[in-house]
């Protein structure tokens, strides 16, 4: 594998265990305002470093969106609590344990949306489905610093350790 594809493997893996660790236990007693800060402190960490994430979404096991932060705009985040994810087909991996969604966000430069890419994670303790951790991933970024695509992101096999 590509070094650069293997970093950004490794980012997305790291990143994820860490904030799985930390969101396990709030999110398992639905305290939203425990993972709403563990996500923003989270963002606010990567402020001056290259990050291949524009945002961070939570979702409970109906896939409802409970907490969103962005890098870029945090009272549009905001805005999509509340809203779901379930009918949003999470395609499957088998390889590997994250879901690559594409998704078409409407905003004002962009009525008719543009085009996002964002990883998904399970967040499960034990047997039990606790949500998902979504990563809105920077699509500019990941052409220009780690060439890749929407196909490769899909190959990527990221696994939990």
């Given at each position: 594998m590509d070094e650069r594809k293997n970093e950004l493997k490794n980012q997305i893996t790291k990143d994820y265990l860490l904030l799985k660790s930390l969101l396990t236990d709030p999110?398992?007693?639905?305290?939203?305002?425990?993972?709403?800060?563990?996500?923003?402190?989270?963002?606010?960490?990567?402020e001056g470093i290259s990050t291949p994430y524009t945002g961070l979404i939570l979702l409970d096991q109906e896939?409802?969106?409970v907490n969103?932060?962005?890098?870029?705009?945090?009272?549009?985040?905001?805005?999509?609590?509340?809203?779901?994810?379930?009918?949003?087909?999470?395609q499957?991996?088998?390889?590997?344990?994250?879901?690559?969604?594409t998704l078409f966000r409407a905003d004002k430069d962009h009525p008719m949306g543009s085009k996002g890419i964002e990883i998904a994670f399970e967040?499960?303790?034990g047997d039990t489905s606790l949500g998902?951790?979504?990563?809105?991933?920077?699509?500019?970024?990941?052409k220009q610093k780690f060439e890749i695509n929407e196909r490769v992101l899909k190959k990527l096999q990221l696994q939990e350790f």
């Open positions: 999110l398992e007693v639905q305290d939203r305002t425990k993972t709403s800060q563990l996500l923003k402190n989270f963002l606010t960490a990567q896939k409802r969106v969103a932060h962005s890098i870029v705009s945090d009272s549009a985040a905001q805005k999509m609590v509340g809203s779901s994810y379930a009918g949003i087909e999470f499957d991996n088998e390889k590997s344990s994250h879901k690559v969604l967040i499960k303790k998902w951790l979504i990563f809105q991933m920077d699509v500019a970024l990941l």
